[in-house]
């Protein structure tokens, strides 16, 4: 499942057997976030697909563009895949994704849930599909008493660009700040430690360095007084919808 080379096959099966107006497709298994990415074959010594491993299969099959996506939604029922890294390299395949910041529980999407609201509305669009998904999802873990810690957001692609340009200034502009003062670096990681963060930072858990950027923009909002609102603005205006438990209230999608 690791494979490139079974992705892409399975994109052509599915492209010539299943022709439909409107496509979805969901990744399942395990999600590592933007370096390791998702569907982790726990037998091929966990070998998993990267981003640029799911852009390269998609781009053998569809025919990729910004303006006209092949997919109406994409989905990761796993852990860890709602980051601006993902996004952006699905910018072009599809209109929508749905994915989770922090770890899932073992219970993942509830099918049933979502299914059902498809079949009563064939005709729904990939932000209605997501939000029922995002819905049921947080039904089902509240249902099995994991609601706490659970995260689920609906991202418009098409608007990514706007926001990675931001997150791209952003940047550019706390570089310049430490270019200037270095002792900006310690004051940044000091607000960095203190952001939202997810899948772990501890020694015992492992490190996965994945901060919510909407609650660092925040709180760097009184520094990088140039960048910071323009993030939180473009991120405000890509995440169309998110749910997430009592314990997760910060996170931003």
């Avoid at 070998?47 to 299969?57: F, G, K, R």
């Avoid at 053998?60 to 994409?74: A, G, K, M």
């Avoid at 929508?96 to 979502?114: D, I, R």
């Amino acid at each position: 499942m690791g494979s490139k080379d079974t992705l892409s096959s399975f994109l052509a099966f599915g492209k010539a057997h299943y022709p439909a107006a409107k496509t979805g497709f969901i990744f399942w298994n395990h999600g590592g976030g933007s370096v390791s990415g998702a569907a982790f074959d726990e037998i091929y010594g966990y070998d998993s697909l990267t981003l640029d491993e799911m852009y390269a299969a998609f781009s053998e099959i569809y025919e990729l563009s910004e303006e006209n996506q092949p997919f109406e939604l994409i989905g990761f029922d796993t852990c860890l895949m709602a980051t601006v890294d993902t996004a952006y390299t699905f910018s072009d395949i599809g209109k929508y994704l749905v994915a989770s910041q922090e770890l899932e529980p073992g219970n993942g999407w509830l099918y049933s849930g979502w299914l059902g609201a498809l079949a009563q509305n064939p005709e729904m669009s990939g932000a209605e599909l997501g939000r029922a998904i995002c819905d049921s999802y947080m039904d089902g873990c509240i249902a099995v008493g994991t609601a706490d810690n659970a995260t689920l957001s609906l991202t418009n692609l098409s608007k990514v660009g706007q926001l990675v340009t931001a997150y791209d200034n952003f940047g550019k502009e706390a570089l310049a700040y430490a270019c200037a003062d270095p002792s900006f670096f310690s004051a940044f990681a000091r607000i960095a430690v203190a952001t939202a963060n997810y899948g772990g930072n501890t020694k015992e858990q492992g490190f996965t360095n994945m901060a919510d950027l909407g609650d660092l923009a925040y709180k760097t909002s009184d520094t990088l007084t140039e960048t910071a609102g323009a993030v939180l603005a473009a991120l405000n205006d890509c995440v169309e919808y998110t749910v997430s438990g009592q314990y997760r209230a910060e996170a931003t999608g």
